[in-house]
């Protein structure tokens, strides 16, 4: 018997689709398409084993534009569509493509539930503070003051925080990016495609139309050394043009510090663990923020635990294997039954 062929090995390419790209010439989301298909052929999973998973939004396309098996689906209903499909499948790797809106406003409840339940899917929420798809509303995530069609006064709603929001759901890897430093994507995308369980990923992406320049300096090349703080497992957390900059803790207060300055030395800044089990500390990191810290990018949290999608099936497995009668129209039609009578006649009614 002749060996089996060894597969053949993927290419950027061959994630690429034949549809024109429909976003508007600058858009971030062109980044982050770019980084999706490099990164898909580095995890040695056959194409037919992909599904991407979309709601409503400019972000929203992005299954046409994936060689792949794919769903454009409801607003906001994506993590529900995309549990169901890892469920029954659990071999396939499954990747929700969201906006802020899609995500935080009618899909909230979703994605809330298929975080907590730790379903291995890939989860990259779009964030570009703004409502692109119908024209320039404010979205949950934009600023306080931001006028725009829908508050030409100014938005006074508080912005939700996309990180603290899946921190709090309990998932298991909750990142962020951001869709100008391209290697930053790239790595971040392949740490949560590695990863086993629910794996969120917030991109900061400009929309040039309605939002641009959205986040300020942490998007400007020339100012995002001061701007942003990128966190490596192991390292200090440091910043700075002369990356001499740090995070330390006074009191469960963080605090940006000076190595050199009164006696500050890099023993004294915080060391990053996204591993730790203590959740204090992934929430105080996404509560940093500009203007008075530089805004955190990288893995928040990456701990291990069993996920839904398996359990379930383990689940059912061992249900098979108890005894009692497995005829389903005898399940459904057994159980606690009664007959109502009629008082005068007493014939069943």
Not at 103 to 119: D, T, W
Not at 248 to 257: A, I, S
Not at 288 to 308: A, K
């Amino acid at each position: 018997m002749a060996d089996q062929a060894s597969p053949v090995a993927l290419k950027k390419k061959d994630f690429v689709s034949d549809q024109d790209v429909r976003w508007c010439p600058g858009c971030g989301d062109y980044a982050i398409l770019s980084q999706v298909q490099k990164v898909l052929p580095q995890l040695d999973i056959p194409r037919e084993n992909f599904v991407f998973v979309s709601g409503i939004g400019c972000s929203s396309r992005f299954p046409y534009y994936m060689n792949t098996y794919g769903f454009h689906t409801i607003h906001g209903r994506a993590p529900a569509f995309a549990t169901g499909i890892k469920t029954a499948n659990n071999d396939l790797s499954v990747w929700v493509i969201t906006g802020d809106g899609d995500a935080l406003s009618i899909g909230g409840n979703h994605l809330m539930h298929a975080l907590r339940r730790n379903v291995d899917l890939k989860i990259i929420l779009f964030n570009n503070r703004i409502y692109g798809l119908t024209k320039g509303q404010y979205s949950p995530t934009s600023e306080v003051g931001k006028k725009t069609k829908s508050s030409p006064m100014g938005s006074i709603d508080y912005p939700i925080n996309p990180i603290a929001v899946a921190l709090g759901a309990e998932a298991t890897f909750v990142a962020r990016t951001i869709d100008t430093e391209i290697k930053h994507l790239e790595k971040t995308l392949l740490e949560a495609a590695h990863h086993k369980g629910s794996a969120f990923v917030e991109i900061l992406q400009n929309c040039v139309i309605f939002n641009d320049k959205g986040f300020g300096d942490v998007s400007e090349r020339t100012k995002r050394n001061e701007a942003a703080l990128f966190m490596e497992e192991g390292k200090p957390l440091m910043f700075g043009a002369e990356g001499n900059k740090g995070i330390r803790m006074n009191d469960w207060h963080p605090e940006v510090v000076t190595v050199g300055e009164n006696g500050i030395t890099e023993t004294d800044i915080i060391v990053h663990n996204p591993q730790s089990n203590n959740h204090a500390y992934a929430n105080i990191l996404s509560s940093l923020d500009q203007p008075e810290f530089p805004m955190p990018m990288g893995v928040f949290r990456q701990v291990s635990l069993p996920t839904y999608d398996r359990l379930v099936t383990q689940q059912v497995e061992d249900a098979k294997k108890l005894p009692g009668d497995n005829n389903i129209q005898n399940v459904i039609s057994g159980g606690e039954t009664w007959t109502i009578a009629d008082g005068s006649t007493g014939e069943s009614v």
